[in-house]
């Protein structure tokens, strides 16, 4: 059985997490005692089921408009997404039956090496887009890559860590990012993407065809991210909720293209013990990205073939709910990027968009 903060097997009475810490069962009251009055002490659950930061209301910017069916961007476009399925297992309770994660939760860690951010009032009522990237780096990336580094221990020699993608020149609002000594520079392992509410959220794709156009343009966005990376695990996150979202495969790992999981939505307000908090969800979709995967959870990697190999033609027939495009919206985008729907054959254009 893996060790968390080892990363290889362990004998019962070898157990080391990487810090030399003992078990939870190990401790009994009166170690705990002791232990808080050197130091006061918590847990990975307590730090990351807190409350978040209260954000007054929506975002709001004069940048920010109705873009998503009506400017795409061609090399991804809303009807590039053809199915959803429901993540059901992306969930609580199946979290903590992985083996050995409820014992690594409840491990006593001294307080210090879990910064709680401090968010100026000020970022809270701002309510555009930047204090919200701003919210999201020094709370949300503060707590989950403090979260990690307990998580995943020093003898493993991996570092994994959540930050904002302009600071990697990345298209991803949000990358999960994995450092090993072989891979110094890093490897972005998780995509994320922030969206206001109002431009993003999971009711539109109960409205009408152009509501479902708008939930879709931004899925569609992820899934470019995602199969261009190689990377299973993503999500959308608006100050309303948190959705996690798996990139579907085969038996055999072969993305399906235009097929997405989508776990249920996790509200900002959600926390406190025995729930799911978008803290201890983003950290548990980074932690799916270290080097060895968890039990019963497929790893972070998907491989997915060349653009010559037009692996976008493996693909199922849409959902009913999907819109049909128009044939002047496929015309445009066959002259943008080669390619209108994913049935098509191979355009040699499409290999350099």
């Known amino acids: 059985m893996e060790s968390y903060g080892y990363g290889g097997g362990f004998a019962e009475d070898d157990y080391d997490d990487g810090y030399g810490r003992r078990r939870p069962q190990d401790y009994q009251r009166s170690d705990l005692d002791a232990l808080a009055e050197i130091e006061p ?3 990975l659950a307590t730090y990351l089921t807190s409350r978040n930061p209260p954000i007054l209301g929506p975002m709001e910017s004069a940048n920010l408009r109705r873009r998503n ?8 476009i809303w009807w590039d997404i053809r199915n959803t399925r429901q993540w059901n297992t992306f969930n609580l309770q199946t979290i903590l039956a992985t083996p050995d994660l409820e014992r690594l939760l409840s491990m006593p860690i001294p307080q210090s090496e879990l910064p709680e951010p401090a968010i100026d009032d000020e970022v809270l009522q701002q309510g555009d887009r930047m204090a919200f990237l701003t919210i999201v780096r020094d709370y949300f990336c503060t707590k989950v890559t403090a979260a990690l580094a307990q ?11 959540m930050m904002l993608g302009s600071e990697l020149g990345s298209s991803a609002d949000i990358a999960g990012v994995y450092q090993s000594p072989s891979r110094p520079h890093g490897q972005i392992r998780v995509a994320g993407f922030v969206k206001s509410c109002r431009e993003w959220n999971t009711m539109m794709q109960a409205g009408g065809d152009e509501r479902r156009r708008e939930f879709l343009q931004v899925l569609s966005q992820l899934q470019r991210y995602m199969r261009d990376h190689g990377t299973r695990y993503g999500y959308v996150l608006t100050e309303q909720e948190l959705v996690c979202v798996r990139l579907a495969t085969d038996a055999e790992n072969r993305p399906i293209f235009g097929c997405l999981d989508i776990a249920n939505p996790i509200q900002w307000n959600q926390h406190g013990q025995n729930r799911l908090s978008i803290c201890l969800a983003l950290w548990f979709l980074h ?6 995967p968890l039990p019963n959870w497929a790893g972070w990697d998907v491989e997915v073939p ?9 693909c199922m027939s849409k959902d009913p709910w999907v819109p049909d495009p128009r044939r002047d919206e496929v015309e445009l985008a066959r002259v943008k990027r080669g390619w209108g729907e994913a049935e098509e054959p191979y355009a040699y254009g499409e290999n350099f968009r």
Not at 70 to 75: F, H, N
Not at 151 to 161: A, E, P, T
Request: charged letters at 25%; one cysteine or more.
């Open 151 to 161: 998580s995943v221990g020093q003898r493993s020699h991996q570092n994994l860590s």
């Open 287 to 292: 932690f799916l990205a270290k080097r060895d």
């Open 69 to 76: 069916a009506k400017s795409p961007d061609y090399a991804f």
């Open 306 to 314: 060349s653009a010559e190999e037009c692996s976008r033609r493996y």
């Open 41 to 43: 002490y918590t847990t």
